[in-house]
């Protein structure tokens, strides 16, 4: 199977420095003289439009308080876009999972089939009480299972003219139906480190997807996630998602890396990390384990760095190197078994040019991506 690539959505602003996500960044990276790019749909558009051009096949947005809502967003988006698909970040539970279909559905119609699910449990018991859900960690997994039954079901079956019902302990839903029309139920994207996670993977998921850990960590997920699949009488296919700097050489791209963490102050990591030190996600925890808060130990494996990790939340690694040493990376992932590859740099719209004009061009030539400029490679549907 060829390399499905895409790219990421900057929904709470953008900077040649590294944007957290929900630390204030956008405030403190304002005042300094690289500047701060706001997450307004002009320069969101700029990015979308970059990545459909250069044949990234959709482009992740998140979801939280410190972004901005990624329905609207790319719904707009979808406006100024031909192909390029969109995965929606969303937090299941907060919407009745109908209401999450119907939602989907009416995206699909208006942008013609390019939508995408990803769907994001929430590993921190405080972010979810800001929305008013009280529910512990491994409720909160409880309900996307039943959650993602009843969206399966609402859109899948049993038949197209006959409803559906569900009786759950978080969810009742009686005869609902929703036509997702001719481009059929959106493909569902999940991630989750902990075994109430992977028990909803397997059980009701399309792609899985890892934050960047190193081969031999991913290599025991996969893995353990085929096993729990099967035992579903499923399969898998699976994602990960990193930060990338990929340059004309290992020592440009490496001075950058350098360039970044040089820009980060002590006590924004120390505040960070403090913070991080909290969360509930065992996702999370494996994130800090990589580099343990010390920014002297980032690179974990080779070209693998870990620098992201002290002051954002979520994925904290990189693939650094040559254009050559990131494509052979990612062709070290690919044979562990990972298909989808979600991608973002600092900043996103510059980034997107590095990436796709050196390591992507290189991994076209070997086979793995097609080519977005030959219609006989499928690029009509957004794929690159």
Request: with cysteine; glycine share 10%.
């Amino acid at each position: 199977m060829t390399l499905r690539v895409h790219w990421y959505l900057p929904t709470n602003g953008d900077n040649r420095d590294i944007v957290g996500s929900g630390d204030r960044s956008q405030k403190t990276l304002g005042a300094v003289a690289n500047g701060f790019r706001p997450p307004d749909i002009d320069y969101l558009g700029q990015i979308a439009r970059s990545a459909e051009q250069l044949g990234y096949e959709a482009v992740l947005t998140p979801t939280g308080l410190w972004c901005e809502d990624a329905w609207i967003t790319t719904a707009a988006l979808t406006q100024v876009t031909k192909r390029l698909k969109f995965l929606v970040a969303f937090r299941p539970g907060l919407v009745s999972p109908v209401l999450a279909a119907h939602q989907a559905a009416t995206f699909q119609r208006v942008s013609g089939g390019r939508l995408l699910l990803n769907v994001v449990t929430g590993g921190d018991s405080a972010e979810q009480r800001r929305f008013g859900d009280r529910l512990d960690h491994d409720q909160r997994y409880a309900r996307t299972d039943e959650f993602l039954a009843v969206l399966r079901g609402v859109t899948e079956g049993p038949a197209p003219d006959e409803t559906f019902s569900f009786t759950g302990e978080h969810f009742r839903i009686e005869n609902a139906r929703v036509d997702p029309g001719p481009w059929g139920r959106p493909e569902i994207f999940f991630g989750g480190a902990s075994p109430a996670a992977e028990r909803v993977a397997a059980r009701r998921v399309d792609t899985y997807l890892a934050w960047g850990e190193t081969p031999a960590q991913i290599a025991v997920r996969l893995d353990r996630m085929r096993e729990l699949a099967a035992a579903e009488g499923r399969e898998l296919s699976f994602g990960i998602r990193l930060h990338v700097i990929s340059r004309d050489t290992s020592a440009q791209a490496w001075a950058e890396a350098e360039r970044l963490l040089d820009r980060i102050s002590p006590e924004r990591i120390a505040a960070v990390q403090a913070d991080l030190a909290n969360s509930e996600s065992v996702g999370q925890q494996r994130m800090h384990a990589l580099h343990g808060g010390d920014r002297t130990k980032l690179e974990v494996s080779p070209n693998l760095w870990a620098g992201y990790g002290l002051v954002r939340g979520g994925a904290g690694t990189a693939l650094v190197g040559s254009h050559e040493e990131v494509a052979d990376r990612i062709e070290e992932y690919h044979a562990l078994g990972l298909d989808h590859f979600v991608l973002s740099g600092q900043p996103h719209l510059e980034e997107a040019y590095w990436f796709a004009e050196g390591a992507a061009a290189l991994l076209r030539s070997r086979g793995l991506l097609a080519d977005p400029a030959d219609p006989a490679t499928g690029s009509g549907r957004g794929r690159p």
